[in-house]
């Protein structure tokens, strides 16, 4: 197992950078403030950048709080990675990892000021410190289980506003690199149609699934999720609140896991009901 670094100051894009440097040395495991990744998931550990205090995010990115080697030592032994990058502010920090964990000597340490510019370091502090934005080296849906109820907007969802247009994808509060190995995610308001259709027509209890709805939840030019609506034809003889109310929760859960965006409100209306012989 080869060890590599990548050292610069806190906020001047090391995260941001590290698919990229990872790819250029063919590394195929990335360890940055406190969880390893492993070809794009992460695969153990806990991030430094959910604690709340300044102390206890360096205890957690250095590996020094009870049983958080241990679990990535163990995650370690099991992925068995060819090469590692492991992200430190000195290298005294990355040295200190790589001991704290097990690991072999660290071969190479590349220096953010290496490759990336002045203006690009201070672009990098100012979304840190003015705007409080982080970056995790993972796509943004592989981040959701990790940090529920810590990012302020997963996903901001994008749709077709026309067969030409469509809206980029965005992250807010902690967000992926430009750089990623899965490239460009595009989902349409098909998709999401055909998750609803398909969850409510398989209930016992709905006879018909009609018109499905998507709309944007705007807040100015931000997109901020999205709702959904759909119309059923039910059978009698069940109690309605609660198989609606079941049923929302299910279409959100879905969506939300499938696609990693917010949904804000799903809205069901009953257009019939059916009564059998």
Request: one cysteine or more; hydrophobic letters at 40%.
């Amino acid at each position: 197992m080869d060890v590599i670094a990548l050292v610069g100051p806190s906020g001047t894009g090391k995260s941001h950078r590290a698919l990229l440097v990872a790819h250029e040395h063919q590394a195929d495991a990335i360890i940055d403030d406190g969880i390893l990744i492993k070809d794009g998931k992460i695969i153990a550990g806990h991030s430094a950048k959910h604690e709340k205090s300044k102390i206890m995010a360096v205890r957690r990115a250095i590996f020094i709080l009870p049983g958080h080697a241990e679990e990535v030592r163990t995650a370690l032994q099991e992925v068995k990675p060819h090469r590692i990058l492991i992200l430190g502010t000195s290298e005294n920090m990355v040295h200190k990892i790589a001991k704290i964990l097990e690991l072999p000597p660290i071969e190479t340490i590349v220096h953010i000021q290496d490759i990336a510019t002045k203006a690009e370091m201070e672009t990098a502090y100012h979304y840190r410190i003015k705007e409080g934005k982080h970056i995790i080296p993972v796509p943004t849906i592989e981040l959701k289980p990790h940090f529920s109820g810590y990012l302020i907007d997963p996903i901001q969802s994008f749709f077709k506003k026309s067969r030409t247009k469509r809206r980029r994808l965005g992250e807010k509060s902690i967000v992926r690199p430009v750089f990623s190995y899965y490239g460009k995610l595009v989902i349409d308001d098909s998709a999401i149609k055909e998750i609803v259709s398909r969850l409510v027509g398989e209930k016992n209890f709905v006879t018909k699934v009609g018109h499905v709805k998507v709309r944007h939840v705007m807040e100015g030019d931000e997109d901020r999720g999205i709702e959904v609506s759909c119309e059923v034809v039910l059978s009698y003889g069940k109690h309605i609140p609660t198989l609606i109310s079941q049923t929302q929760q299910k279409i959100k859960e879905a969506i939300e896991y499938m696609t990693g965006m917010v949904v804000q409100q799903v809205n069901i209306m009953v257009k019939a009901l059916y009564v059998g012989a």
